[in-house]
């Protein structure tokens, strides 16, 4: 959980973000064990393809290459004082070289009513079956993000366990303040793919304490 009032501001590392306009990639209902019915560490996600010009940001100097965006519903993140969004992207970024780790962006996905097509509903809208896939051509991962880039920071763990069921740590979070928007009807769609437990992890207490920095 994120309190804004008790974030400091940063200084922190120099985020850049190198997306190019257009992106191809692999659109996949990854099914981990237990396979064959969707769990809560199943998602459905959109792979970048090797091919073309690679989606990466720098974080502190080092390079992370963007290597999917996935879905939970609902959001694993939440704001004090507001509730739980129905969906949140998570833009994962491996460290390309030297030891593992990962820079991961946060963008809390709100319902909208209005009609037209977000690049969030072209990926959340009619996923492949579980443990399918298929491909998806020139998705604009920058209109993905939302207009301000302002964001809160910290230091934390992937959401979803590996092999060894351990929560890989350290990650550095980026949880953008403004919301993304996709339309109810895909949010929804998406959303009974499971039951109603959802494929989000519980929020996690605050202990120890994070330090949040917002970044304006
Ligand atoms: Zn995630």
């Not at 709100?110 to 969030?120: E, L, N, V, W």
């Amino acid at each position: 959980m994120i309190d804004r009032s008790a974030a400091c501001p940063g200084t922190g590392p120099t985020l850049a973000v190198h997306y190019p306009h257009s992106v191809d990639g692999t659109l996949l209902f990854q099914d981990k064990p237990p396979l064959g019915e969707a769990s809560e560490h199943d998602d459905v996600r959109f792979v970048i393809g090797t091919g073309g010009s690679q989606p990466y940001v720098t974080y502190g100097g080092q390079r992370y290459n963007l290597n999917n965006v996935h879905f939970h519903g609902h959001a694993e993140h939440r704001f004090a004082g507001q509730p739980f969004a129905p969906l949140e992207a998570h833009f994962v970024h491996e460290r390309a070289t030297g030891p593992k780790g990962y820079v991961v962006f946060s963008v809390l996905v709100d319902a909208r009513t209005f009609h037209g097509q977000s690049q969030h509903d072209r990926l959340i809208a009619s996923p492949p079956a579980l443990g399918e896939s298929r491909g998806v051509h020139g998705v604009d991962l920058t209109a993905m993000l939302p207009e301000s880039h302002a964001t809160y920071r910290y230091t934390g763990s992937l959401t979803t366990p590996d092999e060894t069921g351990s929560y890989f740590q350290p990650v550095n979070w980026v949880v953008f303040n403004q919301h993304a928007k996709a339309h109810q009807d895909n949010i929804q769609s998406y959303r009974s793919l499971w039951g109603p437990e959802g494929n989000h992890r519980e929020l996690q207490e605050n202990d120890p304490e994070p330090n949040f920095y917002s970044y304006h």
